[in-house]
């Protein structure tokens, strides 16, 4: 007898509401290329431009779930070309 395959992301489901938040919140990020998950999690810290990441440090800034090696390397480049250090 074949089970039914169960949806195991339909607790990760964005809603259209959520996804207009952040896009009206994220601008910045999307210019960059930073990637979804890792604007989202930028966006759910109240980090919503680069000038922003001097309110934290680096290990609060890996911390954040949705952030990977890629965005963080990403997010230093930026913050090196505008002379930001983390906090």
Do not use: C
Not at 51 to 70: F, N, P
């Amino acid at each position: 007898m074949a089970k039914s395959k169960k949806n195991t992301n339909q607790n990760f489901d964005i809603s259209q509401a959520e996804l207009d938040r952040y896009e009206s919140l994220d601008r910045e990020w999307r210019e960059y290329g930073i990637a979804a998950p890792a604007r989202r999690a930028l966006v759910d810290a109240k980090l919503y431009k680069v000038s922003d990441l001097r309110k934290i440090s680096l290990e609060e800034l890996e911390q954040l779930h949705g952030l990977g090696k890629s965005a963080i390397a990403r997010l230093k480049v930026l913050m090196n070309a505008k002379k930001i250090k983390f906090r």
